[in-house]
């Protein structure tokens, strides 16, 4: 049987400047996560999108990284889900095979007359994944930022 691979956090905070159920809907609406999801050289066909918004629902996309021809597909499952609230969410069978769990919880906040986002992340994986995981979330949000300004 395979160690357990260590627990790792990734948590960012990022406030934008749009109202919090607009944000909440570049999360929740499948023409809307095709759009900024992933960072920078990665897109996600909205094809790929399977989002059933709800507790107990699904959360499916295909990542494409089309300089490399390579395929990521994402099945996560939603366990907690509070309408421009919060998503909680959790994904037993990661993306990446130097994950062995990925649990994660997003959050949205009025702030001054925007949105504050908070992402916690916690997977058991390596640092050095970890890092990989948390720059390229950050670079995601800078796609979202630039979705939400249009």
């Known amino acids: 049987m395979d160690q357990a691979m260590p627990e790792q956090r990734v948590a960012i905070s990022r406030v934008f400047d749009a109202p919090r159920e607009r944000v909440w809907e570049a999360w929740t609406r499948p023409e809307l996560v095709s759009r900024w999801?992933?960072?920078?050289?990665?897109?996600?066909?909205?094809?790929?999108?399977?989002?059933?918004?709800?507790?107990?629902?699904?959360?499916?996309?295909?990542?494409?990284?089309?300089?490399?021809?390579?395929?990521?597909?994402?099945?996560?499952?939603?366990?907690?889900?509070?309408?421009?609230?919060?998503?909680?969410?959790?994904?037993?069978?990661?993306?990446?095979?130097?994950?062995?769990?990925?649990?994660?919880?997003?959050?949205?906040?009025?702030?001054?007359?925007?949105?504050?986002?908070?992402?916690?992340?916690k997977m058991r994986t390596s640092p050095e994944i970890r890092e990989q995981s948390e720059a390229g979330w950050a670079e995601s949000f800078d796609r979202l930022a630039e979705l939400l300004a249009r």
């Open 37 to 121: 999801w992933g960072p920078h050289g990665v897109s996600v066909p909205e094809s790929t999108i399977e989002l059933d918004p709800r507790v107990g629902g699904t959360f499916k996309l295909t990542m494409v990284v089309a300089e490399y021809g390579m395929e990521v597909p994402m099945d996560s499952r939603f366990v907690e889900f509070a309408e421009n609230e919060l998503i909680r969410f959790t994904e037993p069978k990661p993306c990446l095979p130097q994950m062995q769990s990925v649990d994660g919880l997003v959050t949205f906040a009025d702030f001054d007359g925007g949105t504050e986002l908070g992402l916690d992340i």
